[in-house]
């Protein structure tokens, strides 16, 4: 199982950015995806969920009307679409698949002035 996140980068506050996760290696479809995030000094915490079909989505509470996840099955892709995005969210932000406790290696997104 491969996961490889990109998009993450220098962002001013307000500021968007959409993040993506290649899978690879595995039945993308047939699994629920997450992305998570971890600020310095922090816990990893879990930011959005996603369903195998896509139908179903869930936020954490303080990225909820912000944030959007997404996917496409027939890219292997999921998606996080980050909006009017804040400094104390500056984290590196991870794909995940909960099934087997599979991690990609995460991207740096930092939000500052």
């Known amino acids: 199982v491969q996961l490889v996140e990109s998009g993450g980068g220098l962002v001013q506050p307000g500021g968007s950015l959409r993040l993506s996760c290649a899978a690879s290696v595995f039945t993308f479809s047939n699994f629920f995806m997450s992305w998570y995030r971890q600020a310095p000094g922090k816990e990893r915490e879990l930011v959005a969920t996603?369903?195998?079909?896509?139908?179903?989505?869930n936020y954490a509470d303080s990225v909820k009307n912000r944030f959007t996840i997404s996917r496409d099955n027939a890219k292997n892709t999921v998606y996080l679409q980050m909006n009017s995005l804040k400094p104390e969210e500056t984290a590196v932000y991870y794909c995940y698949r909960r099934t087997g406790n599979y991690w990609g290696k995460g991207t740096l997104v930092t939000v500052s002035s």
């Open positions: 996603i369903t195998a079909a896509g139908g179903t989505t």
